[in-house]
Structures are given as C-alpha cells and as structure tokens.
Nanobody
C-alpha cells in the first residue's frame, strides 16, 4: 500500500519561497516517477512538475519553469518541490503523485497514487 503525505504549505508574500515535501510509504517509490500537481479554487487540476525514478530527468509547466525545482531522495522516500519567486497566481492546493512508470510525465492519468494535498497561499 502506498501512502503519500505532503507538508510545507502555508502563507507567504509574493516574491517569497516555500519548500514542499512529500513523504512516501511503500517499496515502489524509488522505482517510480513522481509529480506535483496543483488546483486553485474554481479551476481544474494542473500539472506543475515531474521527475524520473532516479531524478535525472525533470519536466516543468511553463508557468513555473525557472522558479520551481523538483527533487527526490530515494534513500528517504521523499519528494520535494522548492518554490521561489512565488506569485499570487501560484495559490492552490499542491498534491504529490506517484506514477505507474519510471519516466516523468505531465499526463494526469499516468499517476496511480495521490496525496491529500497541502495549501499554498501567496499574498500580493
């Protein structure tokens, strides 16, 4: 059974930084690609970033490229998302997800396990 638990969300001013973490249980974390998605009020869930099973390949949404960095520590079963230069439009619930495959993907349907999410609020 895989469980994903996010932490690190909160309230920050525009231009500030936050670091999200996702703790994973189970034995499949180190052989699975991982991703971060977000959903703002009244909007559909959108892809944020994805990382391959070893961490060598990453994908980012154009809206966060250059500001967010996804990383993983397979020894600790942990996924992270460093968010810098935050903007009010980054406000959303951020959720980590574990893919069925090893390669990073933007495709929502490729992710089999999902966390509960953590709220990120960026004030102007």
């Amino acid at each position: 059974q895989v469980q994903l638990v996010e932490s690190g969300g909160g309230l920050v001013q525009a231009g500030g930084s936050l670091r999200l973490s996702c703790a994973a249980s189970g034995r499949t974390f180190s052989t699975s690609a991982m991703g971060w998605f977000r959903q703002a009020p009244g909007k559909e869930r959108e892809f944020v970033a994805s990382i391959s099973w070893r961490g060598g390949t990453t994908f980012y949404a154009d809206s966060v490229k250059g500001r967010f960095t996804i990383s993983r520590d397979n020894a600790k079963n942990t996924l992270s998302l460093q968010m810098d230069s935050l903007k009010p439009e980054d406000t959303a619930v951020y959720t980590c997800a574990q893919s069925q495959g090893m390669s990073p993907t933007r495709n929502y349907n490729q992710y089999f396990y999902w966390g509960q999410g953590t709220q990120v609020t960026v004030s102007a």
